[in-house]
Nanobody, 120 residues
Framework: QVQLVESGGGLVQAGGSLRLSCAAS????????MGWFRQGPGKEREAVAS????????YYADSVKGRFTISRDNAKNTVYLQMNSLKPEDTAVYYC?????????????WGQGTQVTVAS
C-alpha cells in the first residue's frame, strides 16, 4: 500500500507559478512511477507528467511541456510539480498517483487531490 498526500495548490494569477508536493509513504518507491494528473471543470482526467523513481525518466503532456517540471526528492519521499507560466486552462484538481513501473493501465494509488485555480 502507498499513501499519497498532495499539497501546494491555491489561487494564482495567470503567468504565475505554483509548486505542488506529493508526500509518499508505505512502500519503497524505487520500483514505482509517480504521476501527476488533473481534472478541470467539465473535463476528463488527463495525465500531466510522470517520473520513474529509479531512472528519473520523465514524461510531459504537450500542453505543459516547457512550463511544468516534475522532480523527486529521495530523502523526503516526495515528488514535486513545479508549474510556471500558468494559464487559466491549467485550472483543475491535481492528483498525485503511483504505480509499479511496467504496469499497464490505470495508476494504482491516488492522492486526494489539490485544487489549482489560475485567474485571468
Amino acid at each position: 500500500q502507498v499513501q499519497l498526500v498532495e499539497s501546494g495548490g491555491g489561487l494564482v494569477q495567470a503567468g504565475g507559478s505554483l509548486r505542488l508536493s506529493c508526500a509518499a509513504s508505505g512502500r519503497v518507491l524505487s520500483s514505482y512511477v509517480m504521476g501527476w494528473f488533473r481534472q478541470g471543470p467539465g473535463k476528463e482526467r488527463e495525465a500531466v507528467a510522470s517520473i520513474n523513481w529509479n531512472t528519473g525518466a520523465t514524461y510531459y503532456a504537450d500542453s505543459v511541456k516547457g512550463r511544468f517540471t516534475i522532480s523527486r526528492d529521495n530523502a523526503k519521499n516526495t515528488v514535486y510539480l513545479q508549474m510556471n507560466s500558468l494559464k487559466p486552462e491549467d485550472t483543475a484538481v491535481y492528483y498525485c498517483a503511483a504505480t509499479l513501473a511496467g504496469t499497464i493501465g490505470e495508476f494504482k494509488y491516488w492522492g486526494q487531490g489539490t485544487q489549482v485555480t489560475v485567474a485571468s
